[in-house]
């Protein structure tokens, strides 16, 4: 069954390095989506993207966070410069469509501790 | 404003046994509601869902409720097993939104 990949599973970095969290989508969906979850609390919507343009964005989703599709496999989420609350799990998901009731697959997670 | 909530945070049940799961939400703008399943150290993998012009949903083991009435989501597992012990979020997608809305999350655990 085509699955939502993610690497790399778990990054450590520096307070102010930059991170590029790295997304394979299924192969034939043509809406991607990032999402993170803090340690114990729920899972929280970043961003959408579909047709090399984000399509919504979260409050969450500043002026320190970009989104790419660099070429026709890869999803990627940046964080220019991490700040120590940017310590969460960030899942990609993608979907075939976005119309209701179009289910989104969710990826297995990155890891990101800012230290 | 958008809130989708969970009435407990731990539900422990005797394998075999059917488990209920509860979900409140507050926009009756939502119109497409899922349940979620999510593993230790996995993400979020869906289980069912049910638009806002249904009250009922069947899967395998599982039923979704919806009561529009009181804005109350619920996710029914019949005959528990081992293998449902996991965190269960029910999320929304309000109308004309892309977005998931999550909301805080159910640990399931089933005791043998």
């Known amino acids: 069954e085509p699955e939502v990949t993610q690497t790399p599973s778990h990054q450590v970095t520096q307070m102010g390095q930059e991170v590029i969290l790295r997304c394979v989508p299924i192969?034939?969906?043509?809406?991607f989506y990032w999402y993170r979850q803090i340690l114990g609390q729920k899972v929280e919507f970043l961003v959408s993207?579909?047709?090399?343009?984000?399509?919504?964005k979260s409050e969450i989703f500043d002026d320190q966070f970009s989104v790419e599709r660099p070429d026709g496999s890869n999803f990627t989420l940046k964080i220019r410069s991490t700040k120590l609350e940017d310590s969460a799990m960030y899942f990609c998901?993608?979907?075939?469509?976005?119309?209701?009731?179009?289910?989104?697959?969710f990826g297995p997670g990155t890891r990101l501790l800012v230290l | 404003g958008e809130s989708v909530g969970l009435h407990l945070p731990t539900l422990s049940v005797q394998e075999g046994d059917n488990s209920i799961i509860n979900c409140a939400y507050s926009?009756?703008?939502?119109?497409?509601f899922i349940w979620y399943k999510q593993e230790s150290g996995k993400g979020p993998q869906f289980i069912i869902d049910?638009?806002?012009?249904?009250d009922k949903r069947q899967g395998q083991r599982v039923t979704v409720l919806l009561n529009k009435t009181v804005k109350h989501l619920s996710l029914q597992i019949a005959a528990t097993q081992p293998g449902d012990s996991a965190v269960y979020f029910c999320?929304?997608?309000?109308?004309?939104?892309?977005?998931?809305?999550f909301g805080q999350g159910t640990r399931l655990t089933i005791n043998p």
């Open positions: 192969s034939n969906h043509l809406y």
């Open positions: 999320a929304e997608i309000i109308q004309g939104a892309q977005k998931l809305v």
């Open positions: 993207f579909y047709n090399n343009e984000i399509s919504e």
């Open positions: 926009n009756s703008a939502s119109d497409y």
């Open positions: 998901a993608s979907s075939e469509m976005m119309v209701l009731g179009e289910t989104q697959y």
């Open positions: 049910i638009r806002s012009n249904m």
